[in-house]
C-alpha cells in the first residue's frame, strides 16, 4: 500500500513540476520527473534545508522539496536538449 500512495504522490509533484515548467508529459513520465528530482534534491537541496525527500517521508516539507528537485531536473534536461 506504501508503494502506491508514493506513487500517486510522486505523479503529483511531477504534474505541478510540468505545469511551472509548461512541460507537459504523460502520468509516467511526471512519476519518473518526481522520483529523479527526490534524488536530485536529496543531494543538493536536502542537506543546506535540512530537510528530507519523498524518499523519506511524505510531509508537506519534502513535497516542496521533491518538486524543487523536479523542477530542477526539468530545467537541466530542457537547458541540454536545445544546445
Known amino acids: 500500500m506504501n508503494i502506491i500512495i508514493y506513487l500517486v504522490v ?7 513540476a510540468s505545469i511551472i515548467m509548461k512541460d507537459r508529459k504523460s502520468i ?3 512519476i519518473l520527473v518526481a ?3 527526490a534524488f536530485i534534491a536529496g543531494w543538493f537541496i536536502s542537506p543546506l534545508l535540512k530537510i528530507g ?4 517521508a511524505i510531509t508537506f516539507p ?3 522539496v521533491t518538486l524543487l ?3 530542477i531536473l526539468i530545467a537541466v ?3 541540454f536538449r536545445r544546445r
Open 10 to 16: 510522486a505523479a503529483l509533484i511531477g504534474w505541478v
Open 28 to 30: 509516467l513520465v511526471n
Open 35 to 37: 522520483i529523479a528530482g
Open 53 to 56: 525527500t519523498i524518499n523519506d
Open 62 to 64: 519534502t513535497m516542496l
Open 69 to 71: 528537485g523536479a523542477i
Open 77 to 79: 534536461v530542457r537547458f
